[in-house]
């Protein structure tokens, strides 16, 4: 009885020299990577392919991880092979491997995107690097911490932005709203559940990334991101270095008033729209915002599901992320200028 095979549908060649090296796939609901392999790797076989997460097919194509790590690392990761006269057309008819893949059949370390041939998949066109010089000293785990804060601040603007102006896939939108609204944010961990989870609310070529470190004293470190939220978390950063006594000032109204009435302890799902408090909440999260800079506070409130507790504790939650990457400017070891 014949196996069972697996139909694919061919996306675009990533890496052409003779023929093609490496295709990109559909499998079904998720993405694929055909790799050519020399004949009798897999006996009647020229491609081995894997299958990818969303997530790590991301990742690859941000050259967070090379093709070994793909086809030999995830536990999620399904293999399959076909020769080339089961490719017809963008119809590619595979079989499963069985069992792990032949060392000879699997990509050298060190092939990443990048690399490829084609520009599929690697929209750059409205990306672009901002350059920081930093200066001082430092301790790994501080530089770890600057980039995660300042990442979680471009994030969220990026997720606002999107939402406020469209063009971006119900998908996208839908994962913002439910970031927005899941966590019933009563301590630290819902905060960073939250923050954590809004990359993935964003298009991979809209994300921020490291682009490289040149660390001496001084040196210069560059990210990558899409030029209007860059320049958007760059203006934020400005102002709240510029601002900070009376941005400070309209943080701890907030913050005391959710004290006084118990609410900075409550859940933001068990808030009710009617309570009493909430002209008031909301005035105080506005002016907040205002301060900041947050142009778009009105959306951030409707993603919130006009829910004005958990608007106002997202709104403290950015205030403490922005406070410490602005921090770092402050003690001049991180600057937008060179001079």
């Known amino acids: 009885m014949a196996k069972r095979r697996t139909r694919a549908k061919y996306l675009d060649t990533l890496t052409f020299i003779d023929e093609p090296q490496l295709i990109a796939l559909e499998i079904g609901r998720t993405k694929g990577l055909g790799l050519a392999i020399d004949p009798g790797t897999i006996e009647g076989s020229d491609f081995l392919v894997v299958s990818l997460t969303e997530e790590n097919w991301n990742r690859y194509f941000r050259d967070h991880v090379d093709l070994e790590y793909l086809f030999s690392y995830p536990t999620n990761r399904r293999l399959f092979h076909f020769a080339s006269s089961d490719w017809e057309g963008d119809t590619v008819m595979m079989n499963k491997l069985e069992g792990n893949p032949p060392a000879d059949a699997l990509p050298g370390k060190g092939i990443f995107a990048r690399s490829h041939t084609s520009d599929a998949f690697r929209d750059s066109s409205s990306q672009s690097t901002q350059t920081m010089y930093i200066d001082g000293d430092w301790e790994l785990d501080e530089f770890g911490a600057f980039y995660k804060k300042y990442a979680e601040v471009y994030a969220f603007l990026a997720t606002v932005r999107n939402h406020a102006d469209g063009g971006i896939s119900q998908a996208y939108k839908g994962?913002?709203?439910?970031?927005?609204?899941?966590?019933?944010?009563?301590?630290?961990?819902?905060?960073?559940?939250?923050?954590?989870?809004?990359?993935?609310?964003?298009?991979?070529?809209?994300?921020?990334?490291?682009?490289?470190?040149?660390?001496?004293?001084?040196?210069?470190?560059?990210?990558?991101?899409?030029?209007?939220?860059?320049?958007?978390?760059?203006?934020?950063?400005?102002?709240?270095?510029?601002?900070?006594?009376?941005?400070?000032?309209?943080?701890?109204?907030?913050?005391?008033?959710?004290?006084?009435?118990?609410?900075?302890?409550?859940?933001?799902?068990?808030?009710?729209?009617?309570?009493?408090?909430?002209?008031?909440?909301?005035?105080?999260?506005?002016?907040?915002?205002?301060?900041?800079?947050?142009?778009?506070?009105?959306?951030?409130?409707?993603?919130?599901?006009?829910?004005?507790?958990?608007?106002?504790?997202?709104?403290?939650?950015?205030?403490?992320?922005?406070?410490?990457?602005?921090?770092?400017?402050?003690?001049?070891?991180?600057?937008?200028r060179s001079d």
């Open 175 to 336: 994962r913002a709203i439910s970031a927005f609204q899941e966590y019933p944010l009563r301590g630290g961990s819902s905060y960073l559940h939250l923050f954590s989870s809004l990359p993935n609310c964003i298009p991979n070529e809209q994300r921020l990334g490291l682009e490289g470190i040149d660390y001496h004293s001084p040196g210069a470190v560059e990210m990558r991101g899409q030029d209007d939220k860059l320049d958007q978390t760059s203006v934020l950063v400005k102002r709240h270095l510029n601002n900070r006594p009376s941005t400070k000032l309209a943080h701890d109204i907030l913050k005391a008033y959710l004290q006084k009435t118990k609410l900075l302890t409550q859940s933001a799902r068990d808030f009710s729209s009617e309570n009493a408090h909430s002209n008031t909440i909301l005035k105080y999260t506005a002016e907040l915002n205002e301060e900041m800079g947050i142009i778009a506070h009105r959306t951030v409130l409707s993603m919130c599901g006009d829910n004005v507790l958990a608007f106002a504790k997202i709104s403290l939650g950015l205030y403490r992320r922005l406070d410490v990457a602005a921090a770092f400017f402050a003690e001049g070891r991180m600057d937008y």
